[in-house]
Each structure stands twice: as C-alpha cells, then as structure tokens.
C-alpha cells in the first residue's frame, strides 16, 4: 500500500502545543533550536539499530529508516532555505514533495548506519547555522511554495517540531510492531 501523501498544514505547531507530540514550538525561544536540534540528532542512532528499523507498523505508515531519511532530508534543506532566508529579500524557498522524495531516493532500502551519520551531519550543519544567526536577523523572511510565509524565528520553532515529532512516530511504530 502507498502511503497517503500528508497534506495537512502543520504551520499552527508554531503557535500551541501539538496533541499528537506533546512538542509546544510556542514554548521555546528560537535561539534555542540549536541545542534541539542536537538533542534530536542523539536520539535517531540508537532508533535505526532497532531491528525492525525497516518495517513499516502498518502498510500506510513509514517505518523508522524512512522517517529517518526524512528527518536527514529536513535538516538538509532547511539549512539551504535558513541560507536563502539570510542572504536573500523574503526568497521564495523550491518546492520540496517529501513524499516524492521518499518514493524516488527508495527511503526505505537505505543502509540505517549511513542514515544515522547524515543525520548527525546535516543536523549539526543546521544547528551550526542557526547558532550563526544575527541577532537581528530572527525577523528576516521567507515563503514556502504553499504560500506559508516565515520569518527566521518561526522557521526554526516550526523546523525542530518535524524531527521531535517523527521520534514520536518511530516509537509509536516500534511499540504497535512489537504488540503484533
């Protein structure tokens, strides 16, 4: 079974607490990203040694690899778009499908152990770039190819939900795998 494209707008993850989660992006400063990011980072190596790290909990939910591939992917291009956002005048970021991306970069046969490096190295970029914020900076724009329009401080507290929250769904996956 193909997994349902996600087309919620999650943009609101910003402004409360997320009921799935439990992640409150309103609750943190953005110049604390960084440190979440790292936090983040550590927790994904012990997740992909699992050793159903490639099974899917259900036909229509991503198994951890995936997500992983996910969350090293984020990191990635929300460094470039951090980038844009800093050198640019309110760029408008390239459309990014994540679910094409799964499909095309075949998520789900990628060798865990080299996922895990790509998120500690993406992920630290990410966090680097946003320790290397101007203070003035925090209010410089940008605009997703959706419309969403940020600024750098909603950008990072909208960015760190993605990964806390997919740690959240590769533990819920875990625990519905080992209920079977």
């Not at 909990?57 to 990191?75: F, G, I, T």
């Not at 799964?102 to 946003?130: C, N």
């Amino acid at each position: 079974m193909t997994i349902e494209p996600d087309t919620k707008d999650w943009t609101w993850v910003v402004d409360r607490r997320c009921d799935e989660c439990g992640f409150d992006a309103s609750s943190i400063p953005a110049t604390a990203v960084a440190g979440l990011i790292r936090d983040n980072v550590a927790v994904w190596r012990p997740l992909l040694d699992h050793p159903a790290v490639a099974e899917r909990p259900s036909p229509d939910r991503w198994s951890a690899l995936e997500y992983a591939c996910h969350v090293r992917d984020v990191y990635r291009i929300y460094d470039e778009r951090l980038a844009l956002m800093l050198t640019e005048d309110d760029p408008a970021f390239p459309n990014w499908d994540q679910d094409a991306s799964a499909i095309e970069e075949r998520y789900d046969e990628q060798d865990p152990h080299v996922v895990a490096a790509a998120i500690a190295a993406t992920g630290e970029a990410l966090a680097a770039s946003f320790e290397r914020v101007p203070p003035d900076a925090w209010g410089r724009t940008g605009t997703r190819s959706d419309g969403a329009r940020f600024t750098v401080d909603t950008f990072a507290r909208y960015m760190i939900h993605d990964p806390v929250h997919h740690v959240h769904d590769v533990r819920q996956g875990y625990a519905r795998i080992a209920a079977r």
